[in-house]
């Protein structure tokens, strides 16, 4: 009987006081990514955190109208408080093959001979500037503030 008791004690306990480190709030975030003024969309959007550690990154794939709404990288809709960078990607392929195809296409019709993947060089038609691409070339930074629904335009 003791046992018993000791152990719905400590369970009780454990579950009051909690185990493991606490997460930090996440916040609603939606928003609408532009080029100029006009949606950028069918882009995946990242944010990746200015200081190293800081907080979780978010991401969202961005829609044809570049509406998006963020998720934290540890599963949570939204987005935690802080300065992040703005990265941007080309969303992926449901079928790679056939980006690799499209590609190998595309340099070949240039008049490049056999496509090599691997020398591709940046694409002349991107939706948005190379820079884009990484976190340390980035000029955009934007923040994420403390409260509730928030809603981000980002121009880039």
Same mark, same amino acid.
């Given at each position: 009987?003791?046992?018993?008791?000791?152990?719905?004690?400590?369970?009780?306990?454990?579950?009051?006081?909690?185990?493991?480190?606490?997460?930090?709030?996440?916040?609603?975030?939606?928003?609408?990514?532009?080029?100029?003024?006009?949606?950028?969309?069918?882009?995946?959007?990242?944010? /990746?955190?200015?200081?190293?550690? !800081?907080?979780?990154? &978010?991401? =969202? @794939?961005?829609?044809?109208?570049?509406?998006? %709404?963020?998720?934290?990288?540890?599963?949570?809709?939204?987005?935690?408080?802080?300065?992040?960078?703005?990265?941007?990607?080309?969303?992926?392929?449901?079928?790679?093959?056939?980006?690799?195809?499209?590609?190998?296409?595309?340099?070949?019709? /240039?008049?490049?001979?056999?496509? !090599?993947?691997?020398? &591709?060089? =940046? @694409?002349?038609?991107?939706?948005?500037?190379? %820079?884009?691409?990484?976190?340390?070339?980035?000029?955009?930074?934007?923040?994420?503030?403390?409260?509730?629904?928030?809603?981000?335009?980002?121009?880039?």
């Amino acid at each position: 009987m003791r046992l018993l008791l000791s152990t719905i004690i400590s369970g009780f306990l454990l579950s009051a006081v909690g185990c493991g480190p606490s997460q930090a709030t996440v916040y609603s975030v939606k928003g609408k990514l532009t080029k100029g003024g006009a949606p950028l969309g069918d882009v995946h959007l990242d944010l /990746s955190p200015t200081a190293t550690g !800081d907080h979780t990154f &978010a991401s =969202a @794939d961005v829609g044809p109208d570049g509406t998006f %709404e963020l998720k934290c990288s540890d599963g949570r809709m939204g987005a935690e408080a802080g300065s992040y960078k703005v990265v941007l990607s080309n969303k992926a392929s449901a079928d790679p093959m056939e980006e690799m195809k499209k590609m190998r296409d595309k340099m070949e019709d /240039s008049g490049r001979g056999p496509a !090599d993947p691997a020398k &591709a060089g =940046a @694409d002349p038609n991107a939706k948005f500037p190379a %820079e884009y691409g990484s976190k340390e070339k980035s000029p955009k930074t934007v923040e994420i503030l403390a409260e509730g629904d928030q809603t981000l335009v980002i121009d880039i």
